[in-house]
């Protein structure tokens, strides 16, 4: 029966359809239309729910998917535009705006040849490499790296005989531009330091995070000396370099594995990225002790005594910074995440750059990491919110780092004798750390296929190689000493193929291994329900 509601002017009127018990709302004609349509056997309105589910779901269907193609032309083609012309048309604005403004104040400084027109250059073209790796999707593995497209196209921007003709960028504002880096990578590992993960670290994640570093250091410091003929100052210099994981390309591939479930009843996942902070950061410390050892004149007790006093000063100085900003600015203030991360990353950058201007190199590094973990603890759980700012500072000076890399090497400087002493050093320190990372996870509760993967897990190499690659080669310019240069330049050409051999073959491995050699956590019914009933989270059992 069919039947018109009246109703008050304050409600909406519509048409309606009372079948049985319910009532059908006639809004549009296709529904009125498909319901009177909807017969039973005996002729008249079915009241089943099934009925109005199967036969009249599968009519509304059809005109649906007849009018998608229409629909998504007449968003492409809709005035004023909208979709993906619209976020091109915005974005090439915005970058000839950027340019424009900066012309209007520089001048010929914005013009090809300037130093502001081939920052711009390089930072669009970098964005644009990151952009185009990330698109690049494999099934079953995990994304390749944008920071293998930024280095790539300063590498390109360098090699291009007219473009690297143009494109000319002053020597020291590319130091400055990767020492900023250097110091928002070191603000963010001194932050991404969980205080109470830290105590309750097991041996396994201990030795995970000291053995294989300190090992594949002295053997690239053996092999540079002997192969390549460095010093040994400079071959432990080149040793940390290698020394570090890449966190920026670990950690997402750990988090898709969690997700999926992969090794997370032992913890696999979560006990390589809590190793590689601390691996990390035992790597740039070393780093900067043997920097400010190799540039320091004297005996070699002296050069010791040096490289102590540069930690000693950096913790200290670290630690009055950090006390500091835990109290100013206090909590009763306006804008309290915004001054936090704004007193953070200028009290890194000073610490870098002030270490370099009174003659301490090594103690910058390591002032930094240790303000950002004694000002993270105070925070507590309010240091969330500046992480994400200081992500957003990362986002935006990644472009510069990875794409400056790749710019300083050049083609015709490149001895295939050098390459390949660099290759080999590489790939032999590298097969060692992976001996070195199996032996320090033996007696740790993994079977053989989870010690596997974690052997191979530490294969990638890319942020920390690209921000103290250089570190080394810009002090040795300061000198003025061509053989200081010439170690330097051996220094970043060995980061430089680190990071573009193994920052991709460790994502690809990581993809394809972990599903094949971890276990996938299954979860019955019970236990599901039960965990449920209880409310709480069961805690996932870790190695011993």
């Known amino acids: 029966m069919v039947k018109e509601d009246i109703v008050e002017d304050s409600e909406d009127p519509e048409l309606s359809i009372e079948v049985g018990n319910g009532t059908i709302p006639m809004n549009q004609k296709t529904q009125a239309v498909t319901v009177l349509d909807c017969k039973g056997t005996d002729g008249n309105a079915q009241t089943e729910e099934t009925a109005l589910l199967h036969n009249c779901a599968r009519q509304l269907q059809k005109p649906l998917t007849e009018s998608k193609p229409p629909r998504k032309l007449r968003q492409i083609f809709a005035c004023p535009p909208q979709g993906l012309l619209a976020r091109t048309v915005t974005n090439v604005a915005t970058v000839i705006l950027v340019w424009a403004v900066v012309w209007s104040i520089t001048g010929s400084e914005c013009l090809p040849g300037g130093n502001i027109f081939g920052i711009l250059f390089l930072f669009f073209f970098a964005v644009i490499g990151g952009k185009i790796f990330g698109l690049i999707r494999i099934p079953t593995l995990p994304p390749l790296p944008p920071l293998l497209g930024m280095l790539l196209a300063g590498f390109l921007i360098r090699n291009t005989p007219f473009i690297s003709d143009i494109v000319q960028i002053n020597p020291k504002w590319s130091a400055a531009l990767r020492n900023i880096a250097l110091s928002i990578i070191l603000v963010r590992a001194g932050l991404g330091l969980d205080p109470k993960a830290l105590k309750k670290l097991k041996a396994v994640c201990l030795r995970l995070s000291f053995g294989p570093c300190l090992t594949e250091t002295c053997a690239a410091a053996i092999l540079a000396h002997f192969l390549m003929h460095l010093p040994w100052q400079w071959g432990f210099i080149l040793g940390f370099v290698l020394g570090a994981v890449s966190p920026a390309v670990v950690v997402p591939s750990m988090l898709i594995l969690q997700a999926g479930g992969y090794g997370v009843e032992k913890g696999v996942p979560t006990l ?124 935006i000076f990644q472009p510069f780092l990875f794409g400056l890399i790749g710019a300083e090497i050049s083609i015709l400087s490149l001895r295939p004798e050098t390459v390949g002493l660099c290759i080999a050093t590489l790939c032999i320190a590298l097969i060692v750390r992976i001996i070195a990372t199996f032996l320090m996870v033996s007696f740790a509760g993994f079977n053989f296929k989870e010690k596997i993967f974690v052997s191979l897990a530490w294969i990638p190499k890319a942020t920390v190689q690209a921000a103290i690659g250089s570190l080394a080669l810009d002090t040795a310019r300061t000198q003025q000493d061509e053989q200081l240069e010439k170690y330097g330049m051996d220094v970043l050409t060995v980061a430089f193929l680190a990071i573009l051999i193994t920052a991709p073959i460790g994502a690809l491995v990581i993809g394809l291994a972990g599903p094949r050699l971890l276990q996938k956590a299954q979860i019955s019914s019970g236990e599901e329900e039960e965990g449920v009933v209880g409310g709480g989270e069961a805690e996932i059992p870790g190695p011993a």
């Not at 691996?279 to 050892?293: E, P, Q, R, S, W």
């Not at 540069?310 to 630690?319: Q, R, S």
């Open 272 to 395: 390589l990225m809590a190793a590689g902070s601390i691996d990390d950061i035992l790597a740039i410390t070393g780093f900067n002790t043997c920097l400010g050892m190799a540039f320091s004149s004297g005996s070699t007790l002296y050069n010791i005594l040096r490289g102590v006093l540069e930690v000693a000063v950096g913790i200290v100085a670290g630690g009055l910074l950090g006390v500091f900003i835990q109290y100013f600015p206090s909590n009763d203030q306006a804008s309290l995440v915004w001054k936090r991360a704004y007193f953070v990353l200028g009290l890194s950058m000073f610490a870098v750059f002030g270490s370099l201007y009174f003659g301490f190199p090594g103690s910058g590094g390591l002032c930094t990491l240790v303000l950002a973990f004694i000002a993270g603890m105070g925070w507590s759980s309010e240091k969330v919110a500046v992480e994400e700012i200081v992500a957003v500072a990362w986002d």
